[in-house]
T-cell receptor, first 114, second 112 residues
Framework: NAGVTQTPKFQVLKTGQSMTLQCAQDMNHNSMYWYRQDPGMGLRLIYYSASEGTTDKGEVPNGYNVSRLNKREFSLRLESAAPSQTSVYFC?????????????FGNGTRLTVT | QQQVKQSPQSLIVQKGGISIINCAYENTAFDYFPWYQQFPGKGPALLIAIRPDVSEKKEGRFTISFNKSAKQFSLHIMDSQPGDSATYFCAAVSGGYNKLIFGAGTRLAVHP
């Protein structure tokens, strides 16, 4: 099983450019998440989708949009990239929102905005 | 400000030693405390978790100690091995996984 697959693995953008980070899971999970990881900050939730057809803001949603394309796929879009969005982005999924369904993370996308 | 404070930032332990990572929180509504382990180039993975109705949980060489009155919890890794070298994140949550708050992380290096 592939688990959670993120593409691309690395990306360099210029300030103002846009891009979409892709995420797909093959575990038939209902909930999906986007986190960013920055040194000294841990992981912070950007957006999540509790189930297909729903999306909600997390802790740091400004500058991002998301789309839950279907049950498997959850994409993150940066409309106008800023240097402050330089980070490692992780997609995760879980069976649901309950504590008995831990997060399964992908291997991340390292994004640099110059 | 961080709702979950984790220390130390980095830790070096000799093989066979005990690694101890501490976390503290303020929000008394938190009711689930997982620890995630992350290897370089990989995403975090759940290691062990505890609910506040118990003071300790052990899984193999990994133990969580929980002090509800002090609002602190810690991860102990017994007989630390070089393969345990990774970054460890404590976390806390109430009301579901969509509200998971992570600590800043501890980079552990176990030297042979």
């Amino acid at each position: 099983n592939a688990g959670v697959t993120q593409t691309p693995k690395f990306q360099v953008l210029k300030t103002g450019q846009s891009m979409t980070l892709q995420c797909a899971q093959d575990m038939n999970h209902n909930s999906m998440y986007w986190y960013r990881q920055d040194p000294g900050m841990g992981l912070r939730l950007i957006y999540y989708s509790a189930s297909e057809g729903t999306t909600d803001k997390g802790e740091v949603p400004n500058g991002y949009n998301v789309s839950r394309l279907n049950k498997r796929e959850f994409s993150l879009r940066l409309e106008s990239a800023a240097p402050s969005q330089t980070s490692v982005y992780f997609c995760a999924s879980s069976v649901g929102l309950g504590y008995n369904s831990p997060l399964h993370f992908g291997n991340g996308t390292r994004l640099t905005v110059t | 400000q961080q709702q979950v404070k984790q220390s130390p930032q980095s830790l070096i332990v000799q093989k066979g030693g005990i690694s101890i990572i501490n976390c503290a929180y303020e929000n008394t509504a938190f009711d689930y405390f997982p620890w995630y382990q992350q290897f370089p180039g990989k995403g975090p993975a759940l290691l062990i978790a505890i609910r506040p109705d118990v003071s300790e949980k052990k899984e193999g060489r990994f133990t969580i100690s929980f002090n509800k009155s002090a609002k602190q919890f810690s991860l102990h890794i017994m007989d630390s091995q070089p393969g345990d070298s990774a970054t460890y994140f404590c976390a806390a949550v109430s009301g579901g996984y969509n509200k998971l708050i992570f600590g800043a992380g501890t980079r552990l290096a176990v030297h042979p």
